[in-house]
């Protein structure tokens, strides 16, 4: 039997007789045959209840059952002076509990200690009792007046007994790490100090090693008082081969294991980091940290087994975490962090579906501090569309844009590389943001400070690089000045999976130029954009990049893909929009490549064909700011026709080109085409401005003056003998015009034809050709014209082709020729060029007419076909074709032609008619022609 204190009556013992009987009665059934011999004695009450396991039962000899708690409150109604009762009663009670003494009195936990206090001042458990009922920075008062802190209650167990290492443990688990705390000894002890001395006390207490682990930094080191030296993770594993149910200690070690790491623990078992979360759970599922700490360390989208066989995700791991303690901003945080930008969970502790920016908004609520939650909630204002507002109110009501939410971040951590590179990539070329200290940063200097905080950040010399012309330098902090190219390659250097750098620095490369890079490697622009594929092969930018190139090299060109692909240009724009079908650019250039290629479908990865205006249709889907996707559709629609847009809404081309220009209004080939579709005097108004057809066409030159279309046009809508002043203030005359058009390319001969046309059959033009001034006659600007009709790759129109010809006979004198290359070596003249006319148009009647007038009386001219036709057989051939107003002219030449006594069968039918015939004819022709007039 266990010992009374001192001075207390000793329990009732059976006679002597009954030895034997004793020998077999184990000390519960001796406590309970004490108390049937003698119910009052409460120190029997007191020791069977200590026999007791927690929550445990007995069953005296008289049939009465009673709990543990039970025999405690009896002891006490014995005897309400005996300070032990009433600790080990409040051992029984739950925190924050409440129990009703047999008098009728509600005590709590603290309560119960308290009088325990004062019934025996000096016990040191009941003041380490009462210390671990309060909260932090809660106080209490004694009954004897005496208020006591947590951590006030702690010193004083210290005082009363320096062996309680518990005390010692509690009160290390009251002071901050850095704080220091003195005893009533003098002595003054650290954090570490107090679990230190909790574990020489009690060398068995597993909660000392786990929390002295805890207090270490990583990789950190601590001597014990009997010397021996132990890390972190040697703390954790000695908590835990003392403790195996000590669910804190599975959980730190964990946190101190490497992300794809294990450790070996003292019993032989080895252990990944996430199987550590997993135990910790398993032994104490209330703890919303273990939980947080095992779907931090899985993978997006990541699937795991808990020891009990339930499979969860990542986000129901932090969804748990929330639930558990919604108090903590972790698991909203993290939550948020496994979101799509628009994506909702439901939190059972709000009730109901959760946004992504609500989670972060939380977090920061809950810690203000966070930089990284300011951080995100501004990367997911930046993520959406252009169009949706870029600013968000918190909960505490405080509006916030973006760029604030980025600047408030760098005001929490202003060493945060991070945030100064994602608020650079937020804010456009030319914006500046303005720090509470009142300094200036542009896109530039926030790259330039996110390089000099961690200049092994390969994202950010990548991102400086967007901030440069091709060409372009920038020198930084250290000295250093770095070309943009350097900047990519030193990106590389950094991160040789940087998909984007690689793809970069293949786009500040010329086709045909190579880099070197920093291990030697000589790479050409194709190649770097196969190493972007081959870092990242779900980013639509360098199969898009890739395919442009190959576009370039021409029909039937490929590129070889590390992953044993072979793809044209057309399958690379189809691979980009199927890896990413919002990137809106690849939709406007496989459309481009398609209809570059003869093609007005095009099949897609998944099975789907899709007309190439579909494609821009898509382009605008995927984002409607950007201007090509309308500036591409509306080349594919006639001028005056409808079309549909979004959602089936009604447009036409000129709105199409009209809202390209509203979103770019420095696009140039826009102002040109709107022009060309507008009608002769019609007008249009952007951005308040009103824009006839030829201000587009000033604004398209400005815009881009080495576009040789828009002067062009310009000068074709210009009246003969007019002039034009551009936007810069030169004035130029309408063949001026023209002469501008050739000198950016002196290949068009739409130009040629359009500044002979505009010129006397005898004029002559000064261009500056072939290296030199060269003074062309209007022949000959026709027939220079002509020769790059001929040679034209697509082939040119034969109506215009005739026109050509025609044209350069038109200005022929009787017996004059020109040579043509395209014809050969031969002079050519007027019925020849003719002949050509007709053989590429017939149907035109003057050019029968013309042909006619140019072949001599009695004389025979050869057609294309090989037909001999005399001059009468041409103007037979013109009266087929010739509208009404115009036949008396003809009629008249076919006059001319006839000898006396000729007759000839008129294409209008009836008798032959002879040549008087057909001069009456032509006379009442005209006289019909002149009363339709004057009527």
């Not at 011999?37 to 200590?50: K, V």
């Not at 325990?116 to 016990?123: C, F």
């Not at 190493?531 to 576009?551: F, K, T």
């Amino acid at each position: 039997m266990g010992r009374c204190p001192p001075g207390l009556q000793t329990s009732w013992l059976p006679p002597s007789d009954d030895e034997e009987l004793v020998a077999y009665l184990s000390k519960e059934e001796l406590y309970k045959r004490s108390i049937s011999h003698d119910p009052s004695n409460w120190n029997t009450y007191n020791n069977l209840a200590n026999c007791l396991p927690d929550g445990g039962t007995t069953t005296l000899e008289d049939g009465q059952v009673m709990t543990k708690e039970d025999l405690y409150k009896k002891s006490i109604s014995l005897d309400g002076s005996k300070y032990y009762a009433f600790y080990n009663l409040a051992n029984c009670v739950p925190y924050g509990g409440v129990t009703t003494l047999l008098d009728g009195s509600a005590m709590t936990k603290a309560d119960l200690y308290v009088r325990s206090i004062a019934l025996n001042g000096a016990y040191s458990n009941a003041y380490n009792g009462l210390g671990n009922c309060l909260d932090h920075h809660a106080s209490v008062a004694l009954e004897d007046g005496t208020v006591c802190s947590k951590q006030a209650l702690y010193v004083k167990a210290i005082a009363l007994d320096p062996g309680n290492s518990y005390a010692y443990y509690n009160l290390g688990s009251c002071i901050a790490d850095a704080a220091a705390v003195t005893l009533e000894d003098g002595r003054i002890l650290t954090k570490q100090d107090l679990y230190k001395r909790s574990i020489d006390l009690n060398p068995s207490y597993s909660n000392a090693y786990n929390s002295l682990g805890y207090c270490l930094a990583y990789h950190g080191e601590t001597v014990l008082e009997d010397g021996g030296c132990y890390s972190k993770e040697q703390l954790f594993l000695l908590a835990i081969h003392l403790d195996s149910g000590n669910s804190n200690a599975y959980n730190n070690l964990g946190n101190c294991t490497a992300d794809n790491g294990s450790v070996t623990l003292m019993n032989g078992d080895v252990m990944t980091k996430a199987a550590l979360y997993k135990r910790s759970i398993a032994l104490n599922a209330g703890k919303w940290y273990s939980y947080n700490n095992l779907g931090y360390c899985l993978a997006d989208g990541e699937v795991t087994m808990l020891e009990g066989g339930e499979m969860v995700t990542k986000e129901d791991l932090f969804v748990r975490s929330i639930a558990l303690d919604p108090s903590k901003w972790h698991g909203y945080f993290n939550l948020a962090r496994c979101m799509a930008p628009d994506a909702q969970v439901h939190v059972p502790s709000e009730g109901r579906a959760v946004w992504k920016e609500e989670l972060l908004k939380r977090c920061i609520s809950l810690d203000p501090q966070n930089g990284h939650a300011y951080q995100d909630l501004a990367n997911l204002l930046s993520a959406r569309a252009p169009l949706r507002p870029a600013a968000t109110v918190l909960e505490n009501g405080a509006e916030m844009t973006k760029e604030e939410l980025f600047v408030q971040a760098i005001e929490i951590d202003p060493q945060n590389a991070l945030a100064y590179h994602d608020l650079a990539a937020a804010i456009p070329l030319g914006q500046t943001v303005v720090f509470p200290d009142g300094t200036v940063h542009t896109k530039e200097s926030l790259l330039v400070r996110s390089i000099s905080l961690n200049p092994r950040f390969s994202n950010a010399w990548n991102c400086l690089t967007y901030c440069l012309p091709n060409g372009g330098s920038v020198a930084l902090p250290s000295g250093e000045v770095l070309t943009k190219k350097e900047l990519c390659v030193r990106a590389v250097r950094l991160d040789a999976e940087n998909w984007d750098a690689y793809n970069n620095l293949g786009n500040c490369l010329e086709p045909g130029e190579t880099v070197a890079m920093e291990d030697g490697t000589v790479l050409t622009k194709e190649a770097l954009y196969l190493r972007s594929i081959a870092a990242e092969a779900r980013r639509p930018y360098a199969y898009h990049n890739l395919g442009m190139l190959v576009l370039a090299k021409g029909a039937g060109a490929t590129a070889a893909l590390d992953d044993g692909r072979v793809m044209t240009a057309l399958e690379l724009m189809i691979e980009a929009v199927h890896v990413d079908p919002t990137y809106s650019t690849a939709y406007i250039t496989l459309g481009s490549c398609a209809a570059g290629s003869g093609a007005a479908r095009v099949t897609l990865r998944s099975g789907e064909d899709v007309a190439v205006p579909d494609l821009y249709r898509r382009a605008i889907a995927a984002d409607p700011s950007n201007c090509d996707g309308y500036y591409h559709l509306a080349n594919t629609v006639p001028s005056g026709v409808g079309t549909t847009i979004l959602d089936g809404e009604e447009t036409t081309v000129e709105a199409l080109y009209t809202t390209c220009l509203l979103l770019n209004p420095q696009h140039a080939d826009a102002h040109y085409n709107l022009a060309y579709c507008l009608p002769q005097g019609a007008a249009v108004t952007l951005r308040g401005e009103r824009f006839t057809k030829e201000d587009l066409y000033r604004r398209s030159v400005a815009l881009s003056p080495d576009r040789w279309y828009a002067y062009n046009n310009l000068a074709y809508s210009v009246a003969s003998g007019g002039t034009v002043a551009l936007e810069s203030g030169e004035v130029f005359t309408q063949q001026g015009l023209y002469i501008e058009a050739l000198k950016r390319d002196a290949t068009q001969y739409i130009v040629y034809k359009n500044l002979a046309d505009s010129m006397d059959s005898d004029g002559s033009a000064s261009l500056p050709l072939e290296g030199g001034c060269v003074v062309l006659t209007v022949p000959e600007l026709y027939a220079r014209a002509i020769e790059l009709s001929e040679a034209a790759t697509p082939a040119v129109a034969d109506s215009l082709r005739a026109d050509l010809y025609y044209n350069l006979g038109s200005c022929l004198a009787d017996g004059e020729t020109v040579v043509l290359s395209c014809v050969g070596p031969e002079g050519v003249g007027r019925c020849a060029l003719y002949a050509r006319a007709i053989h590429l148009d017939a149907t035109r009647w003057y050019t029968y007419h013309n042909l006619a007038l140019a072949t001599p009386m009695g004389g025979r001219t050869s057609l294309r076909d090989g037909r001999a036709v005399s001059r009468a057989d041409l103007c037979m051939l013109a009266l087929e074709h010739a509208p009404p107003s115009a036949a008396p002219s003809v009629r008249k030449t076919l006059a001319d032609s006839m000898r006396e006594g000729d007759v000839v069968a008129l294409p209008s039918g009836g008798a032959p008619v002879t040549r008087e015939g057909i001069l009456d004819t032509r006379r009442a022709l005209m006289k019909e022609a002149t009363a339709l007039t004057i009527r």
